[in-house]
């Protein structure tokens, strides 16, 4: 409840305008929708219910549904809307999923194109949670897929203009979420993959978990990506090695350990 308060506070009075949550990017962007006054959810807890997997009650609950009920209220009557982002990389095969439903109202044919490279995943979909390829890959049973989806990241990039060039802003945010999960596909695939590489007992096991902050930070760093301007990033509390950060312009506003 502290930290939902909290998060509350520096949305209101401190002009943060987003919240980063180790979530999955899609069931998160059903929560960012709904604070936005976007999307078919009538309440908070209609927008938490793609949360379904482990930990879903660290997300489904009375605290956090409260919380984006404040946001959408807030956004209601602030120029400075805040969103609701997830920053895991699990969400593999809803992202993929999320990138077609996209192109297949925008652009069929990209759509297609989009479907034959997600292909290469294809025959580990019943798995549905990434291991089965990576594990495949690392022995060599399967073609790594990462030229493929780096190509499908590459090309959403590249016409950024064009496909948001539809209904103004409403366009243009359909475009970053696409651009986004296809991101995460992209993560999700190095991350799977270099998962197996990992044995028990080596020094870098356990270092894996979370090459999304990382990769952010090196880009940051070589001044790839942008630097972070009232944005909070929420972790796991209570759990052995993680930490909650609170970022504003760039520098650490608070950590939680």
Request: net charge negative; proline share 4%; aromatic share 8%.
């Amino acid at each position: 409840m502290l930290r939902a308060e909290l998060t509350s506070r520096l949305v209101a009075d401190h002009g943060f305008v987003a919240v980063a949550a180790e979530a999955d990017w899609p069931d998160a962007y059903r929560v960012n929708s709904f604070v936005r006054g976007a999307g078919d959810d009538a309440s908070g807890e209609e927008a938490l219910r793609d949360f379904r997997r482990f930990p879903a009650w660290m997300w489904r609950n009375t605290v956090v549904e409260e919380l984006v009920e404040r946001l959408r209220a807030h956004n209601a009557g602030s120029e400075n809307a805040c969103g609701f982002y997830g920053l895991d990389l699990y969400s593999l095969h809803a992202s993929m999923e999320a990138v077609v439903g996209y192109l297949e109202k925008t652009d069929p044919e990209a759509a297609r194109r989009a479907r034959e490279r997600f292909a290469c995943f294809e025959r580990f979909r019943v798995e549905g949670d990434g291991q089965a390829y990576g594990h495949a890959a690392e022995l060599g049973r399967a073609e790594p897929c990462e030229d493929v989806v780096v190509a499908q990241l590459l090309e959403l990039r590249s016409r950024a203009a064009e496909l948001a060039a539809g209904d103004g802003q409403v366009a243009d945010e359909r475009r970053f979420a696409a651009e986004q999960n296809a991101r995460v596909v992209v993560g999700a695939e190095a991350y799977y993959r270099s998962v197996d590489e990992i044995r028990p007992g080596r020094p870098e096991r356990g270092h894996r978990r979370r090459p999304d902050l990382r990769t952010y930070r090196a880009k940051r760093a070589n001044g790839v990506a942008p630097e972070p301007d009232g944005i909070l990033v929420g972790g796991v509390e209570g759990q052995p090695g993680e930490r909650t950060i609170l970022l504003r312009r760039g520098t650490p506003f608070a950590e939680h350990h």
